[in-house]
């Protein structure tokens, strides 16, 4: 029996810290959403008692070290599966890019192998799960738009964002999300975003005021270590998006548009000078 899963990218609508805690995390306040942009899983059951990875992409490890491997593992020994599974990852998410890609792959494995062993964990449980794999995994196991705080793990859902289309343009740099935490003086931030804010304009399903309330303190590290993320912005912005932000610890930038008709503008214009660039629609 094969079991498929798609595992979507998610962006930071906005991404606050609060403050650093004593356990090396930061607190956060973020809302997140979806977007169609996805890796999609084949999983299949093994008689022997095996984890074994795959995947079309190069440039991902396919041993513990993948995050898929590693939800794999957490949920046989959890539950006590003797079965093996052989899963495979057709990666489409930009690895290291601040878009949650390794998250949403073991998100969805734990969501796949809930299926394929019949093992009946409810969805609570499976965040919880998720949380041990990673901040970002408990949002990308139920996917929609919604509040994290906590360290990420902490999820209300809220309204979708009105459909819209998002450009995604990730810059050949690597950015480590440890590092950019690492280097955030969480004290010193001196323009937060507003969660309430950005809540009200989901509520009222006002793209203008979503566009409006965009934010993520996060910038202020990734932009200062890579500047060719705000050249990036700042052309984005250039070729008519209507809000344009990083996402998460970067260096992904998105922009939402509005009308159809300016997408193949940014999309040209961005293509001139960054190879990797996607013209996709919210997950809504
Ligand atoms: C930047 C975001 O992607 C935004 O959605 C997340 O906050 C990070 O989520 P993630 O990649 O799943 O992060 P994790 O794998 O849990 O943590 C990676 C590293 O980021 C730092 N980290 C992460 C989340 C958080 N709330 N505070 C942190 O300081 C920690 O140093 C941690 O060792
Ligand atoms: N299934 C996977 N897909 C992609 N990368 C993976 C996977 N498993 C492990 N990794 C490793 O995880 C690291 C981060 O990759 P990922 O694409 O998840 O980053 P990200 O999008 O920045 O994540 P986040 O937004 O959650 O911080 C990479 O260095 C990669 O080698």
Redesign the pocket.
């Known amino acids: 029996m094969k079991i498929y899963e798609k595992a979507p990218a998610k962006i930071n609508l906005m991404l606050d810290v609060l403050h650093k805690r004593p356990d090396g995390y930061h607190e956060v306040e973020m809302i997140m959403t979806m977007v169609d942009l996805a890796d999609r899983l084949e999983m299949s059951a093994l008689p022997r008692d095996t984890i074994i990875i795959s995947s079309q992409a190069g440039y991902?490890?396919l041993d513990e070290?993948?995050?898929?491997f590693q939800a794999a593992k957490l949920i046989k020994e959890r539950y006590n599966v003797r079965s093996g599974v052989y899963i495979h990852?057709d990666?489409k998410?930009p690895?290291?890019?601040?878009?949650?890609?390794?998250?949403s792959?073991a998100a969805a494995t734990l969501r796949g192998l809930n299926r394929l062993w019949d093992l009946g964990i409810p969805e609570e449980e499976l965040k919880e799960l998720g949380s041990e794999l990673?901040s970002?995994v408990p949002f990308c196991v139920t996917g929609g738009t919604a509040l994290a705080t906590g360290r990420g793990e902490v999820l209300s859902p809220l309204p979708n964002p009105p459909q819209c289309w998002v450009v995604l343009a990730k810059p050949p740099i690597n950015v480590s999300?440890a590092e950019v935490y690492g280097r955030l003086h969480a004290d010193q931030i001196t323009n937060h975003p507003s969660a309430s804010e950005m809540q009200e304009a989901l509520a009222k399903r006002s793209f203008n005021d979503v566009c409006e309330q965009l934010g993520n303190v996060l910038e202020q590290v990734t932009l200062t270590l890579h500047p060719e993320v705000a050249h990036l912005k700042e052309a984005m912005l250039r070729l008519g998006a209507d809000g344009v932000l990083m996402s998460?610890?970067g260096p992904t930038v998105f922009g939402l548009v509005s009308k159809e008709s300016k997408v193949s503008r940014i999309y040209n214009g961005l293509r001139g000078f960054c190879k990797e660039v996607y013209a996709v629609r919210l997950l809504t």
């Open positions: 991902i490890p070290k993948n995050l898929a990852l990666k998410i690895v290291a890019a601040g878009l949650a890609g390794g998250s792959d990673g970002d999300t998460g610890s």
